[in-house]
């Protein structure tokens, strides 16, 4: 259940956090070629998973102590389909994944959340991008 609820929270926290300007703020947009993300939240589920996240936050903090020492540790898979090994093919690499756990654990740096890569995966099929 708490494995479920914190894979979608950071699928919506990714939506949520990118930083450009989007004319849908909850759809993820792809600054370099202009993609868009195909999974919209409404602004009521998000506002009741963040409701779901910080209860379960609460629940930590009441086991392990005080909330501001609890680290939740997310593990992140990513997934990548292309249509081809380039990156106008949609193919992104270990070093552009990398980078992006950089970035998340920057972005939440001062909160009791980090990330780890726990698998990236690959599916090269054309007719699916």
């Not at 992006?100 to 699916?128: C, G, H, I, K, P």
């Amino acid at each position: 259940m708490l494995t479920s609820f914190f894979a979608a929270l950071l699928g919506t926290s990714i939506a949520l956090a990118y930083p450009g300007p989007v004319s849908n703020p909850l759809a993820l947009r792809s600054a370099d070629s202009g993609r868009v993300c195909g999974t919209v939240v409404s602004k009521d589920t998000v506002t009741a998973m963040e409701s779901r996240f910080e209860e379960k936050l609460a629940q930590i903090a009441r086991v392990k102590g005080d909330r501001d020492t609890v680290t939740v540790t997310l593990q992140v898979y990513f997934h990548v389909i292309c249509r081809n090994q380039t990156l106008e093919g949609g193919f992104l690499d270990r070093g552009y994944i990398d980078n992006q756990m950089d970035v998340l654990n920057s972005a939440y740096a001062n909160s009791s959340l980090s990330f780890r890569l726990e698998r990236l995966d690959y599916t090269e099929m054309a007719e699916w991008f």
